[in-house]
């Protein structure tokens, strides 16, 4: 099958590699649509990697053992490779799995876990199925452009008498956008580049200017004088936390999505400050609510998946990422008729 690799520092290649084969609770699945995440930073910061990805919506084509997955299903695929017996893999949180699953040695295999590739070997707990009425592209988004914010969003029991600011307008606030206004919320956001702006403004966000010094007035006279009942942090920016508390009502709510260096923030106890850390989100218990949300937000996911590449074309695609002139941006293995 083809693969995508970093091969030499700032350099990615499709290469060759072998077919992933299934065993027992291992499924393979023929990948469709491979959204791309943060792999573009690797190569530019000049890292090796012969394992891209950890995104993916697809349909399975060899189904092993399993009694939970069947050939022919479409499903997406969750990220890591969880043990499934811990406690956080039996609540469904396996993304903060301690014993994750080297699935590669169980199987003797070489290759298989990555998913800028045209076939990913899964455990079948760690597949999502896919009604018929969505398709791939639009299921796809049920990993990182909408699984992070999907957590900020319920934990913070995000509503529509909240108005919420999003700190950052990659994917990933894009996803938070999409959150804010399926729940009927208001949504502030902070960011400078244009074409985020533009993006995020399509999805119904006003957006602001982090630099502008009057920001503090404007968000108080977008909130009749209070401030936000609660914030997204998604840039990794470090002094974020400590201005979005800053532009916050008292009681409010934070989510920190983006993974970064220590953070500060003012004294809580005067605030009443709840802090989320959101990394994934539970498919197991909120698999039918995420799959609603797609549902009902195609036209704006068709807004945040900006551009569409075939996988031999990975390396054009780092480079747009490395401009921020985009969305989301999606790999297709099998190319636009797969779709």
Known sequence: MRAAAITAPGVVEVVDRPEPVAH?????????????????????????????????AGVVVDAGRSHRVSVGDRVVVMPQFGCGRCRYCTAGEHIYCPFPRDV?????????????????????????PVPDDIDLLHASAAC???????TAATRMHLGATDTVLVAGLGPVGLGAVIHGR?????????????????????????????????????????????????????????????????????RARMAI??????????????LGLDIHGCWHWNHQVH??????????????????ITDRFDLERVSEAMDLQDTGRCGKVVLLPFGEEAL
């Open 287 to 304: 698999g039918s609510a995420m799959i609603s949300t797609i549902r009902s937000s195609t036209d704006a996911l068709d807004t945040a």
């Open 144 to 150: 990182c452009l909408l699984g992070p914010s999907f």
């Open 24 to 56: 027992d609770d291992l499924v393979v699945v023929k990948i469709v649509v491979a959204p791309m995440c943060t792999e573009h930073k690797d190569r530019r910061a000049g890292n090796l990697s012969d394992s891209l990805g950890h995104e993916a």
């Open 257 to 270: 999505i983006a993974w970064g260096s220590d953070i500060s923030l003012p004294p809580l106890v005067p």
């Open 104 to 128: 590669l040695a169980e199987t003797g295999q070489s290759y298989g876990t990555a998913t800028f590739a045209q076939y990913v070997l899964k455990p079948d707990w760690l597949l999502l």
């Open 182 to 250: 399926s729940r009927g919320a208001r949504v502030l956001a902070l960011e400078t580049h244009p074409h985020r702006v533009e993006l995020a403004t399509a999805l119904g966000a006003r957006v602001l200017d982090p630099f502008d010094p009057e920001l503090g007035e404007l968000v108080r006279a977008e909130t009749g004088g209070w401030g936000v009942d609660a914030s997204i942090e998604t840039s990794g920016v470090a002094a974020n936390p400590a201005v979005l508390a800053g532009l916050s009502a008292r």
